[in-house]
């Protein structure tokens, strides 16, 4: 299993990026995906997940400011990231749990700053 996320960046307070996380090794339709994501000195913290059948759940932080998706087609995950603030730098990852294991992609960096 590879999980290869992309798309991390630095921007500024209420501006938007788009991160992206290519699955193989799996068959990508049939697993709920999830984003987690580790800010500097603090524990890894779910953010987002969607489900085989594009169920959503999303952490209370981020609710309504972020946007998962998945395309089974080309078997990448997405996050859309809006109106992002100085709180959600961090490094982001993506994962899946296959096997009774759980894969962890590399991980992203996400910097929001004036």
């Known amino acids: 299993v590879q999980l290869q996320a992309s798309g991390g960046g630095l921007v500024q307070p209420g501006g938007s990026l788009r991160l992206s996380c290519a699955a193989s090794?799996?068959?990508?339709?049939?697993?709920?995906m999830r984003w987690y994501r580790q800010a500097p000195g603090k524990e890894r913290e779910f953010v987002a997940l969607?489900?085989?059948?594009?169920?959503?759940d999303y952490a209370s932080s981020v609710k309504g400011r972020f946007t998962i998706g998945r395309d089974n087609v080309r078997r990448t995950l997405s996050l859309q990231m809006d109106n992002l603030t100085p709180e959600d730098t961090a490094v982001y990852y993506c994962?899946?749990?296959?096997?009774?294991?759980?894969?962890w992609g590399h991980g992203t960096q996400v910097t929001v700053s004036s």
């Open positions: 994962n899946v749990d296959w096997r009774g294991s759980t894969y």
């Open positions: 090794g799996i068959n990508f339709r049939l697993h709920t």
């Open positions: 969607i489900s085989e059948n594009f169920s959503t």
